[in-house]
């Protein structure tokens, strides 16, 4: 069967180094969205809650009632809201605030020039003065950076209006609230950041997405994907392999085939740029919806251990592809 391992020990190897560029681990924010980026929900946050970090980001309730328990705040990106003690949620547009229960705690998102989600610029007094009429309790104010782990100035002109919002801010809303902007690249990038907490994603999973001419922070992937093999058999010079026959056997050799597919979010890829596995060995043929060919009789191979590497090969990135990993796929601590 196949499984995924998660390494423990690069895990928190990974959040120290990120303690120690932001400045404390009480800054972490962990984020858990979309099954922990593919590593697996509850696993990762109850890893994250036995290393110390108090907060978390999810991407809806649903991921947020699984791991409420664990964390003194979560923060609920998206989707149906239901008010609870420790359950942030995003005002992700000016309609939205008349949606939201009364009494719920809700964090503003101003949208600095992402134009993804967020409130106007112009429209921050609008949006405080809804807030207290809806009589929702304010608790965060926040944005998110377009470009950071780009070799561009926009991280900076984005700040330098965030930093305009906090200050008008000040002028029409009294109360303490907590104050964030930074992802992973941004937080790996700057020399020094205010913010209360950081929104720390793909760094914690062990991969630095920034380009070279940034000072770097190596970090250590923590997911690898393994496949169990099902079936062997001898194939012979000329034969042809899986769907298509689109490999063909240039020597008699032995050829097994492991259960990993595109049904478990495995990318089918180009079977003429063949995916080579961590343990060098190229995929044969296309990948089916359950299946890989490989040329090999061993019981386990790991298929990947790196999935910025990997991505290099399907042409997208990290990020999908981890994403991608079928829930249903076993995970375990290692």
């Given at each position: ?11 928190y190897?990974?959040l120290?180094?990120?303690?120690l560029?932001v400045?404390s ?9 979309d099954n ?8 990762m ?5 036995e290393?110390g970090?108090?907060?978390a980001v999810?991407?809806?309730?649903s ?6 328990s ?9 989707g ?12 992700n547009?000016l ?49 998110h ?25 000040k002028?029409v809303?009294?109360?303490s609230i ?33 380009l070279?001419?940034?000072?770097t ?5 923590i997911l ?9 058999r ?5 034969e042809?392999?899986?769907?298509g026959?689109s ?7 032995t050829i097994s ?15 003429s ?16 919806m359950?299946?890989i ?8 191979i790991s ?17 999908e ?10 995970r375990r601590?290692?």
């Open positions: 069967m196949a499984f995924i391992t998660i390494n423990r020990e690069n895990f190897y990974n120290e180094q990120i303690a560029k400045g681990v009480d800054k972490i924010a962990i984020v858990l969205k922990a980026y593919g590593h697996g929900l509850e696993l946050a109850r890893l994250a809650s290393f970090i108090k907060h999810v991407r809806n309730y991921e947020a009632t699984k791991i409420k664990l964390f003194e705040t979560i923060l609920i990106l998206s149906e809201v239901i008010p609870a003690d420790n359950f942030y949620y995003s005002i547009g309609d939205e605030i008349d949606t939201i229960p009364k009494e719920t705690k809700v964090e503003l998102k101003v949208d600095t020039g992402m134009h993804r989600n967020g409130i106007e610029v112009g429209q921050l007094e609008e949006a405080i003065e809804k807030i207290r009429e809806r009589k929702l309790k304010l608790v965060g104010l926040m944005t950076y377009r470009s950071a782990d780009e070799l561009t100035s926009e991280l900076f002109w984005q700040k330098r209006i965030f930093q305009e919002i906090k200050q008008r801010l002028r809303w009294s109360t907590r104050i964030h902007s930074c992802n992973s690249s941004a937080s790996l990038r700057l020399n020094s950041i205010d913010d209360d907490i950081v929104r720390i994603g793909i760094s914690a999973y062990g991969y630095n997405e920034l070279f001419p940034f000072d922070i190596m970090l250590k992937p690898s994907l393994y496949a169990s093999r099902v079936s062997t001898r194939v012979y010079r000329g042809r392999v899986g769907y026959g490999y063909r056997v240039h020597r008699d050799m085939t492991y259960d990993l597919g595109y049904g478990d979010g495995w990318c089918r890829g180009d079977s740029r063949a995916y080579i596995t961590s343990e060098g060995l190229p995929i044969l043929g296309r990948v089916s359950d299946l060919s490989l040329e090999s009789s061993k019981d386990t298929i990947m251990d790196n999935a910025q590497e990997a991505s290099k090969r399907f042409g997208t990135i990290s990020y592809v981890l994403t991608a990993l079928s829930i249903e796929i076993p601590i290692v």
